[in-house]
């Protein structure tokens, strides 16, 4: 079957999955603060049709499938999905919130998914119910703790806003001494209803230096990024773990994208900022094939950032609109 090559010549090998717009947390950063109006069920994918889709994505070349979300634990079928999914010859990855994985330990076992994105944005309960809008932290750092026993390895996704949380890139990166984890510091993105603007994003820059000053310059080692990695990786000399920034706002990674996304109702997006949506799964549901939605989704994938690649248009709020939220994007 024909690969996914997009017109800039880009293959296309990783498909993330958002399970649902539900979420047991509230990120500021993420949902907007009237919260988002929830999709009738039927027009969600079922278990079903997520392994339909994500078969054919295989048979076009797919080889790692994320799932996310909203948080993909809270789905009632969150174990159904991950087995039929793992019956397929891809890697699978998960980003999660951590909540409730306790409850997943043994299906994500047998599914041979070792590494989990946990997200967390604060190691203070207090700062982490500002942002999150639930007292959860300790919920949180107990099924990290009873993850790490179990021999998954841990990659900490940490949103930085500044002036709430940019305080902690030190301790943060400090939990990476003695453990094999990674911490992910991500850029702050603009989506709809998140009331984003430029200042308020803690760039890849000021997050070096931070780290630099605390550390010394000598002591910060930049590693070879895996191909089509979106992170800059980099390690504190003699630290078990690593560190990475996510600078999709300061520093796009657009050249080597190989991600496509499908929404929980089945649309397929080609970019995270672009607002254009292939409708897969009316097609599945008519008995017709999808092919076509994907290769028009492929073939109007701009070069960069949905085409907001000057950085004026990116910064400019008034153009993510009309894109939907993160939590129902997908991130
Ligand atoms: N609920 C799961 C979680 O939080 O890990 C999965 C979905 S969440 C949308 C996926 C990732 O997107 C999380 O790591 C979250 O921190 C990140 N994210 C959400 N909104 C963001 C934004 N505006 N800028 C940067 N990252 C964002
Ligand atoms: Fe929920 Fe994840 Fe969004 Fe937070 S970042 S509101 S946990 S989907």
């Known amino acids: 079957m024909k690969p996914l090559i997009d017109k800039h010549q880009r293959t296309h090998n990783y498909l993330r999955i958002s399970l649902t717009e539900k979420c047991n947390l509230r990120c500021t950063y993420c949902m907007p603060a009237e919260g988002i109006p929830l999709m009738p069920a039927a027009h969600l994918m079922s278990a079903n049709e997520i392994f339909e889709i994500a078969s054919h994505f295989v048979k076009r070349g797919v080889d790692k499938i994320r799932l ?14 991950i087995e039929r ?22 299906v994500l076992k047998k599914a041979n998914v070792d590494v989990i994105n946990i997200s967390i944005d604060s190691l203070d309960r207090e700062k982490f119910k500002k942002i999150t809008l639930r007292d959860k932290y300790e919920q949180l750092e107990e099924n990290m703790n009873l993850l790490d026993a179990q021999g998954f390895r841990l990659k900490l996704n940490v949103v930085l806003l500044k002036g709430i949380n940019d305080d902690e890139i030190i301790p943060f990166i400090n939990l990476s001494k003695d453990r094999n984890w990674q911490i ?13 603007d430029r200042s308020k994003t803690v760039s890849l820059e000021a997050i070096l230096k931070t780290a630099e000053s605390h550390y010394g310059s000598t002591q910060i080692e930049r590693l070879k990024d895996a191909a089509n990695d979106t992170a800059k990786n ?12 996510i600078s999709t706002v300061t520093n796009p990674f657009c050249d080597s994208c190989n991600r496509l996304r499908l929404t929980a109702d089945g649309k397929l997006k080609n970019c995270l900022f672009s607002s254009g949506e292939y409708d897969l799964l009316s097609s599945l549901r008519n008995g017709e094939s999808f092919d076509r939605e994907i290769d028009i989704a492929l073939s ?14 990116f910064n400019n709020p008034e153009n993510h609109k009309d894109n939907r939220s993160m939590i129902a994007i997908g991130g």
Do not use: C
């Open 85 to 106: 999914l793992s019956s397929l010859p891809v890697k699978l990855a998960l980003t999660t919130n951590g909540l409730t994985i306790h409850r997943h330990i043994d």
């Open 68 to 81: 996310t979300g909203g948080e993909p634990t809270v789905r009632k079928d969150f174990n159904q999905i």
């Open 234 to 245: 980099y390690k504190v000399e003699g630290f078990t773990g690593s560190f990475a920034i």
């Open 184 to 196: 992910r510091f991500i850029e702050f993105m603009p989506f709809d209803g998140n009331n984003w």
């Open 300 to 313: 109007n994938k701009f070069a960069a950032r949905a085409g907001l690649d000057d950085p004026n248009a």
